[in-house]
Antibody, heavy 121, light 107 residues
């Protein structure tokens, strides 16, 4: 069974660093892109970026380039999203999602349960 | 960047109604579009992929279609469990972009 399990909720102060995780299981982790999506409170979905764990090829949305870092450790089938200096505006739910390939690349199928990040002084 | 214009932003409908939600892409995206349903406090769930293919396990009352750069999600007979927010997502080129969402509420 394919599963993406994300790390737990975080409460941080502005200026602190943070790394959240998304562990994949039940499939070949290195063969599927993993993307990250932000959802601010009461708002819609925003695509942040995506990584191919097989070779760590990474694409970022211009809106998030330089604001976050996406990485992956294939030895433990885990993708990461990290911040070096959080802002209050980073308060949101963050989802990871797998991009399947079936002859051509398709829209994300399996999603993590989400990680709520709260940044408050 | 490709813009996805989704309409309406919200709608009120009754059980049994036929509901149509549209996404228009600012440029051609072939059929690289998915439709998602999101309920409060839950992760998005894929309903349709490749513009018109029904996700396994999703009821057949959901369907997707495409005409040029206009994509449509149709719920043929709205059920109580379908009240949720729906999003389209284009993944043809980076950066991927979501539509603004359509909240389907009970009339």
């Amino acid at each position: 069974e394919v599963q993406l399990v994300q790390s737990g909720a975080e409460v941080k102060k502005p200026g602190e660093s943070l790394k959240i995780s998304c562990q994949g299981s039940g499939y070949s982790f290195t063969s599927y892109w993993i993307g990250w999506v932000r959802q601010m409170p009461g708002k819609g979905l925003e695509w942040m970026g995506i990584i191919y764990p097989g070779d760590s090829d990474t694409k970022y949305s211009p809106s998030f380039q330089g604001q976050v870092t996406i990485s992956a450790d294939k030895s433990i089938t885990t993708a990461y999203l990290q911040w070096s200096s959080l802002k209050a505006s980073d308060t949101a739910m963050y989802y990871c999602a797998r991009r399947p390939f079936d002859g051509s690349y398709l829209s994300p199928d399996y999603w993590g349960q989400g990680t709520l990040v709260t940044v408050s002084s | 960047d490709i813009q996805m214009t989704q309409s309406p932003s919200s709608l009120s409908a009754s059980v049994g109604d036929r509901v149509t939600i549209t996404c228009r892409a600012s440029q051609g995206i072939r059929n690289d579009l998915g439709w998602y349903q999101q309920k409060p406090g839950k992760a998005p769930k894929r309903l349709i992929y490749a513009a018109s293919s029904l996700q396994s396990g999703v009821p057949s009352r959901f369907s997707g279609s495409a005409s040029g750069t206009e994509f449509t999600l149709t719920i043929s007979s709205l059920q109580p469990e379908d009240f949720a927010t729906y999003y389209c997502l284009q993944h043809n080129s980076y950066p991927w972009t979501f539509g603004q969402g359509t909240k389907v509420e009970i009339k």
